[in-house]
C-alpha cells in the first residue's frame, strides 16, 4: 500500500538557518503530494502541494520539487524564522485515495 | 476564512465509558473526517463521511462509530472507551469541488485521555 517516511525529529536550527525536511514515499501510482504544518495549539494547514513530477510547490518561502525518479519530496526553506517551529507533514494522494500521511517532523527555531 | 470547531481541547474519561466527540464547520463542505494523531504515526483515518447520513471507513475504525445528522457537524462516538484510544482527535472537512482529498481544513484537535 501507500506511505510516507519523513526524516525523524526534532530538527532544532538557529534563526537564519537552512531548512531541509526530508520526504520519501511509496505508492502504485502517480500520486499528488502535499506538505502540511501544524503550529503549537492549531490544526494541520495546507503549506503547499504538487500534482505531477517535477512540479514545484511553494508558500511562505518554503519549496518542495516532485522527484519521481527518486520518489521524493523535500521541504526546504532558505532562512527558517522562530515563527516557523511547528510540526510538518508530508502527505500523498493516490488515484483518488484518502491522504496518506508521514509521522511528522517536529522542527524547533532558536533565536 | 473557514472555521472547523471541536468541542472540547482536553477531555479524561474513564475506561468503559461512551465518549462523544462533536465537530463542527461552517463553509458548507460536503467532506468531513475524523484522525487520530500519535506521535511517530501521524495521521491515521478513522471514518469519513461524503454527504448527511453517510460514512465510510478508514484505516482504523475498530472501536469508533460515527454520525452525521446534518451537514455541518460530524459526531466521533468511542462506545466503550479503553487506554488505547488516549490520543489526540483531529477533524477535517473539505470541499467537495476541490477534491475530497486535495485541500483539508482542520480543527485544532481534541486530545483524550482515558484511565
Known amino acids: 500500500g501507500d506511505s510516507v517516511t519523513q526524516m525523524e525529529g526534532p530538527v532544532t536550527l538557529s534563526e537564519e538557518a537552512f531548512l531541509t525536511i526530508n520526504c520519501t514515499y511509496t505508492?502504485?501510482?502517480?500520486?499528488?503530494l502535499f506538505w502540511y504544518v501544524q503550529y503549537p495549539g492549531e490544526g494541520l494547514q495546507l503549506l503547499l502541494k504538487?500534482?505531477?513530477?517535477?512540479d514545484k510547490g511553494s508558500n511562505k518561502g518554503f519549496e518542495a520539487t516532485y522527484r519521481k525518479e527518486t520518489t521524493s519530496f523535500h521541504l526546504e526553506k532558505g532562512s527558517v524564522q522562530v515563527s516557523d517551529s511547528a510540526v510538518y507533514f508530508c502527505a500523498l494522494s493516490d488515484a483518488g485515495n484518502m491522504l496518506t500521511f508521514g509521522g511528522g517532523t517536529r522542527l524547533m527555531v532558536k533565536p | 476564512d473557514v472555521k472547523v470547531t471541536q468541542s472540547s481541547r482536553y477531555l479524561v474519561k474513564r475506561t468503559g465509558e461512551k465518549v462523544f466527540l462533536e465537530c463542527v464547520q461552517d463553509m458548507d463542505h460536503e467532506n468531513m473526517f475524523w484522525y487520530r494523531q500519535d506521535p511517530g504515526l501521524g495521521l491515521r483515518l478513522i471514518y469519513f463521511s461524503y454527504d448527511v447520513k453517510m460514512k465510510e471507513k478508514g484505516d482504523i475504525p475498530e472501536g469508533y462509530s460515527v454520525s452525521r445528522e446534518k451537514k455541518e457537524r460530524f459526531s466521533l462516538i468511542l462506545e466503550s472507551a479503553s487506554t488505547n484510544q488516549t490520543s489526540m482527535y483531529l477533524c477535517a472537512s473539505s470541499d467537495v469541488l476541490s477534491g475530497p482529498n486535495e485541500k483539508l481544513f482542520f480543527g485544532s484537535g481534541t486530545q483524550l485521555s482515558v484511565l
Open positions: 504538487a500534482t505531477k513530477a517535477d
Open positions: 505508492a502504485t501510482g502517480y500520486p499528488s
